[in-house]
């Protein structure tokens, strides 16, 4: 289902390119096959101009030197367009998992589903079953799949003791790689040898995998959490809704983390929903890079997993959450944000690739949850107004100054401290949600597969003279 990178980004592929205006370089090298300017090269192609490219005349080459040509002469190879960073803008391939639609006004759908819609009327379970499976459960298989993840809540003993182990200071997100990883040591040998090259017995392997992922999830956090804070969680008790009887991510994370708030279980699941998948983001294409390779389901999430981490993915939620408390009043923070704007600085949660102007939709629904949150007025609020009213004054400053809108992180952050989880495990409940989409990208990538195999565009020297060891100086 998925091509190559190489066609869709064949603008990036290297090529030769003389300097001189006035004759024009042969469109064939000395073999007679590889065509020097052609734009759509195929990987013999691109090993054909390297080897070839001694063979352009030297009445070609300025002063007898390749063009692009190194101090000591070697010939360097150069790209006739920019390249887009990041690869932005290049279309990887078809997929029927989601769509974000940042300009025409769909929005972000999940197969076919307004997120939105999901968010506020079905529970996360529902939409985990939606994109690992392809459709939304009927209540029989709701119920078979609350079963299955009840089963899969419970840590093997040997992963168990592990996670109890690791250190208190540990970051959230090694623990939880960790044990992602830990349980697929234990798990990969029962049952890949009987698989064989059975595409379908692939599917379905890769499904109950993708379910165990889900319950394992919180199940990692909270024994790693529990271990070190146990003294700091509260006695929980009471209703936990209607859905009570059957297995919910948002209730183990309430549950897990001792989680107070009123209401803490149904704004945890719209917040899993939202989360759940975003098409072809940096962690959902890193999984697919490593899917692509055949290795186990296990091998991707952990893949994903590392790459969530990342400051400029999920990591940015903790520094979004400490911009804000570190002002006292919104007019204090609106003067720092012009100074930082001045001095060129990057404000967290600001900034989307796809919602460059339209800004994030998911951020607009979780602002009106945080509202929601303050509107209740219990004894809880305390500061909330004035950090949300600091969190307006911000977005005020940054669309005038910056025509920047805020992204998914920076309500979300306030959401979660209002929730009162710690900020370290913001990134973690990330990845609770998207690990459904994560999963879905590994089951749709392996289905039709072709390995990810882009080129880059080498701008380095070539053809240098070789220097023996006891020869060479530092310089």
């Known amino acids: 289902m998925f091509a190559s990178l190489l066609l869709a ?92 639609d940042a300009e025409g006004g769909t929005g972000l759908q999940y197969r076919g589903y307004a997120a939105a819609t999901l968010a506020s009327e079905a529970r996360y379970e529902e939409v985990a079953y939606l994109l690992i499976h392809g459709q939304l459960p009927t209540v029989e298989e709701l119920q078979g799949f609350s079963e299955r993840l009840s ?103 309430v549950l897990g983390f001792g989680i107070q708030e009123p209401h803490a279980e149904s704004i945890l699941n719209k917040l899993l929903v939202l989360y759940a998948e975003h098409d072809l983001n940096a962690s959902a294409f890193a999984a697919r890079v490593t899917a692509s390779t055949k290795a186990d389901m296990y091998g991707s999430i952990t893949t994903a997993l590392s790459t969530l981490g990342g400051p400029l993915h999920g990591g940015a939620l903790g520094n979004t959450l400490e911009l804000l408390l570190s002002f006292a009043s919104p007019d204090q923070a609106e003067e720092f944000i012009r100074s930082a704007i001045q001095r060129k600085e990057v404000i967290p949660g600001f900034g989307h690739r796809v ?54 992180d920076f309500y979300a952050a306030l959401l979660l401290h209002f929730l009162n989880i710690p900020p370290p495990l913001f990134v973690t409940i990330f990845a609770m949600g998207r690990v459904a989409g994560w999963s879905a990208h590994t089951i749709e990538q392996q289905t039709a597969n072709k390995i990810i195999r882009p080129v880059s565009n080498y701008i380095g020297p070539l053809n240098l003279p070789f220097t023996p060891l006891e020869s060479r100086s530092s310089t």
Not at 221 to 248: C, I, M, N, R, V
Not at 374 to 402: Q, Y
């Open 9 to 100: 980004a064949s603008h990036l592929t290297p090529m030769i390119r003389p300097t001189t205006t006035t004759s024009a370089v042969p469109s064939t090298c000395r073999h007679g096959r590889f065509f020097v300017g052609h734009r759509k090269f195929s990987s013999r192609c691109l090993k054909g101009v390297r080897r070839c490219a001694k063979s352009i005349p030297a009445k070609f080459q300025p002063d007898g030197e390749s063009a692009g040509s190194s101090p000591g002469g070697s010939p360097q190879i150069s790209s006739p367009a920019p390249k887009p960073a990041g690869l932005q803008g290049v279309v990887f391939g078809d997929s029927q998992i989601s769509m974000v």
């Open 355 to 408: 919602y460059r102007r339209t800004g994030d939709p998911r951020s607009a629904m979780i602002f009106t949850w945080v509202k929601d949150m303050i509107s209740r007025g219990d004894e809880k609020v305390g500061s909330r107004p004035r950090l949300l009213a600091i969190a307006e004054r911000i977005e005020k400053v940054m669309f005038t100054e910056k025509g920047l809108r805020p992204n998914v």
């Open 151 to 253: 089963e899969y809540y419970e840590l093997r003993e040997e992963v168990r003791e592990v996670v109890r182990n690791l250190p208190k200071n540990a970051n959230p997100m090694h623990v939880l790689r960790t044990g992602v990883s830990l349980e697929g040591v234990y798990m990969y040998g029962k049952s890949n040898s009987k698989l064989g090259r059975d595409a379908n017995l692939q599917v379905q392997k890769n499904r109950a995998i993708a379910e165990r992922m889900i319950a394992l999830f919180p199940s990692i956090l909270s024994t790693w959490y529990k271990a070190h804070y146990s003294e700091e969680l509260p006695e929980l008790s009471g209703d936990f809704g209607e859905f009570s009887a059957q297995f919910s991510v948002a209730r183990k994370i």
